[in-house]
């Protein structure tokens, strides 16, 4: 089912989904069952795997000279997605990048999705890899995410790139989108992050998934923003925990974001590491019981592998 018509089905109630990384290259399904198994009893009716494009590393060689490499380091996620499938009955969402696809490679990934029964997917750019310094996109890849929805919406009408084929199947994608309350990094203004977020809609995406946020207030007001600008479709909170005292700084530095005053201090004068998870993830229940007391369509955990703290904030809240 698409993941709209879970948001339709539940009138009004407010729904819960996870997030999962691939396992380092060389785990298996274990590390993925392990973070799941015990966040079934919530009934989230989808599970997001995200996409990780491959990433330079530098070996030295005998001569001393250095090698740079590029390498993917967790690979697998339709096949992660076909997985939890077989194994849960509940629908996985693959998120999937234009950096390092072209456009051809898109497609044949979107085929393949088709073919596993797969028909909900987060539609992102990706960001720049190190060393890069700005995203770079594959020759003949897709540039932004709005490219990549513009393509997967054409593919719901059956038009491929090759134009020969005649009578494609169509397909019928749900198109989730990526949305950041305290703006993309990279945009000038949030009114022109938000004309952008636009355009993914009015290309075909149906529904937004924001970024981690420790302030509601944020949340409330991105939708507000993208209502009066005329973006009207479910906006889903993405939720993550403070857990640990480096967050604090590398938070902010991996996504752009702030975290309000009230949790900083409480987090500076906790005194152990055990006092300081505590605190995010009272914080994390409280930040999601309002979300679910405003109706919210979904809560959305980004897991990253903690389960245990997830299932204690889910057992809170649900
Ligand atoms: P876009 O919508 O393409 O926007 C990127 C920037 O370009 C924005 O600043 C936008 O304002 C600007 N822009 C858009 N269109 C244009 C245009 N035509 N001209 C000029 N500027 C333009 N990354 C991964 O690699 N794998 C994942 O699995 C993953 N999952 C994510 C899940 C969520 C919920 C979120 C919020 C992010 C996720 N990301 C993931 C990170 C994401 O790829 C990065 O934030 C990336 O930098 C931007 O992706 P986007 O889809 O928002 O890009």
Redesign the pocket.
Known sequence: MKVTEYFEKANGKTLISFEVLPPLKGGGMKAIFDVLDPLMEFKPPFIDV????EEFIYNKRASGYYEKIAIRKRPGTVGICASIMHRYGVDAVP?L?C?GFTKEDTENALIDLNFLNINNV??????ARKFDGK?IPEPDGNN???DLVKQMSEMNQGIYLDSNIENGEKMDFCIG????PEK????PSMK??LL?TK??IDAGADYI???MFFDNQKYFDYVAACREMGINVPIVP?LKPLTKRYQLNSLPRLFFINLPDDLVSAAMEANNSAAIKEIGIEWCIAQSKELKAKGVPCLHYYTMGDTETIRRIAEAVY
Not at 50 to 53: G, K, L, Q
Not at 122 to 127: F, I, P, S, T, V
Not at 184 to 187: D, Q, T, V
């Open positions: 995200t996409y990780h494009r998120h990048i950096g987060l539609a992102l750019r990706g960001d995203f932004f995410a709005l989108i990526a949305g950041y993309h990094i990279e945009a022109a992050d952008r355009e993914k998934v924001t970024q993405g």
